[in-house]
């Protein structure tokens, strides 16, 4: 069963920073894609980042290019989102995801590639 579990969420006032991590348990956790997720109330869920298995494939949403850093330590089975320059509009709950399926060198910025999903983290950027 696999199961992932965000933190670092939190409250920050604009252009502040926030880490989110993202600890992976239940299968070989090198073998697959990651992706992060946001989701606001106005909202439906969107893309945000992903990483391959060992970063050689690496996507960002324009809305955070730039400003947001998606990493991984496939020893520590975690994903990281490293936040930078956060907006008002970046308020949202975070989700990582790992990918359906082991397909090499690649991530998706489609939901529908991902079959696990952690709870979510809130984060939630003041002006």
């Known amino acids: 069963q696999v199961q992932l579990l965000e933190s670092g969420g939190g409250l920050v006032q604009a252009g502040g920073s926030l880490r989110l991590s993202c600890a992976a348990s239940?299968?070989?956790?090198?073998?697959?894609?990651m992706g992060w997720f946001r989701q606001s109330p106005s909202k439906e869920r969107e893309f945000v980042a992903c990483i391959s298995w060992y970063a050689t494939n690496i996507l960002y949403a324009d809305s955070v290019k730039g400003r947001f850093t998606i990493s991984r330590d496939n020893a520590k089975n975690t994903v990281y989102l490293q936040m930078n320059s956060l907006k008002p509009e970046d308020t949202a709950v975070y989700f990582c995801?790992?990918?359906?399926?082991?397909?090499?060198?690649?991530?998706?910025?489609?939901?529908?590639?991902?079959?696990?999903w952690g709870q979510g983290t809130q984060v939630t950027v003041s002006s």
């Open positions: 239940g299968r070989a956790f090198s073998s697959y894609a």
């Open positions: 995801a790992q990918a359906r399926t082991y397909n090499g060198g690649v991530c998706y910025y489609t939901s529908s590639q991902y079959a696990y």
